[in-house]
């Protein structure tokens, strides 16, 4: 069967190792995951109440989430028209890239981000420029000079994934100024709810002035949303509109809508999230530390440790036999932030992985 010949250079996309797999691979009773920057405080007692009174499944859902457009759009501040939705932000990079690559374009990003930016822009046969960071950070100069008249798409995921690093306003700022009017600017906020940065930009204030901006947010990480899969773009209404043409008709379920209203309901649930994650931050920071060992500091859920390639294997492969699951970058290893008895246990364990040689 012949497919587009780039996927031949491509896999599927891998969430790493299931805790079953490695309970039989390693005959484990207890497996620990921190490997996907999931919530371990699942989700808002709001949003179970909600799905719980769901009456029907048999009914399509509402393809042009009314309900949750006025719900978002309050949240925020900004116009419905501003909104579109997706079934989480995989599925909308998806909606960008088909709705605006072609194989004469290209799109620029970090060579250290989400992996999805890169992936389809390689099924739309565009050309990929992806910019090395600079101590963890988006390089903003180096991503500027590499924009010409084909680039159609600019990525920053801010907070950064896997780093956790962030660009700030005064710098996101000065690159818009730089960026042509038809580059569109995409900031991926997936981790925004977990930011405490005093100079974070707060981006929903430039859309007026940069209509080449949009915004993706999500309910999959602070708001434990997950397995639901719902997440959203906020950009000028002229854009979102050219956008919904590649949208699916039904792609965010019933379920999935109820859940996001209730969960914007809760906001205490979420403040108390980002509070715990970030005390539970410190400890890390406090144990790298005392190890004398490199870390990002992070403004999301997880925090990067950079590594020798030699030394990312042992230590992922010996947090693996102990039944703790993270997540290996060609760069270093990612840990999520577990709850506070997970990340007490884990930091026992370090201190048996660790001298590692860096």
């Known amino acids: 069967m012949n497919v587009k010949p780039q996927l031949a250079t491509l896999k599927a996309y891998t969430p790493g190792k299931t805790t079953d797999e490695v309970k039989k691979e390693y005959q484990l009773e207890k497996i620990v995951k921190l490997a996907s920057n999931e919530n371990p405080y699942g989700c808002s007692p709001h949003v179970l109440k909600a799905i719980s009174k769901t009456e029907t499944l048999a009914i399509y859902p509402d393809g042009a989430a009314v309900k949750l457009k006025e719900a978002v759009a309050e949240h925020l501040g900004v116009d419905p028209a501003q909104l579109i939705f997706s079934s989480g932000l995989d599925e909308l990079i998806q909606i960008i890239s088909r709705a605006m690559l072609v194989p004469e374009s290209n799109t620029v990003m970090a060579s250290e981000t989400f992996s999805q930016y890169r992936h389809h822009a390689i099924i739309e046969n565009a050309e990929v420029r992806e910019i090395p960071l600079r101590d963890g950070r988006h390089d903003l100069t180096k991503m500027a000079a590499a924009i010409d008249e084909n680039t159609k798409i600019v990525w920053i995921c801010n907070p950064n994934n896997p780093t956790g690093t962030y660009v700030t306003k005064e710098e996101l700022v000065r690159f818009l100024n730089t960026v042509p009017k038809d580059v569109l600017v995409v900031m991926d906020e997936a981790y925004y709810e977990y930011v405490t940065a005093n100079d974070y ?109 030699s030394s990312i294997e042992e230590m992922f492969q010996q947090l693996l036999e102990r039944g703790w699951i993270v997540r290996k970058f060609p760069q270093g290893i990612r840990i999520t932030i577990g709850t506070e008895q997970e990340n007490e246990e884990l930091l026992k364990i370090l201190k048996e992985v660790i001298p590692i040689k860096q």
């Open 201 to 309: 930009p707060q981006t929903i204030s430039l859309l007026d002035q940069y209509n080449h901006l949009l915004i993706m947010r999500t309910f999959s990480k602070a708001y434990g949303l997950a397995g639901i899969r719902i997440g959203y773009g906020i950009a000028a209404p002229t854009l979102i509109n050219k956008l919904d043409v590649v949208r699916l008709p039904f792609n965010t379920s019933t379920l999935a809508q109820t859940a996001a209203i209730a969960a914007l309901e809760d906001p205490e649930f979420i403040e108390e999230c980002m509070i715990i994650n970030t005390n539970e931050l410190e400890k890390y920071y406090r144990f790298f530390d005392q190890q004398q060992m490199a870390y990002y500091r992070s403004q999301a859920n997880f925090i990067f440790i950079p590594l020798t390639k």
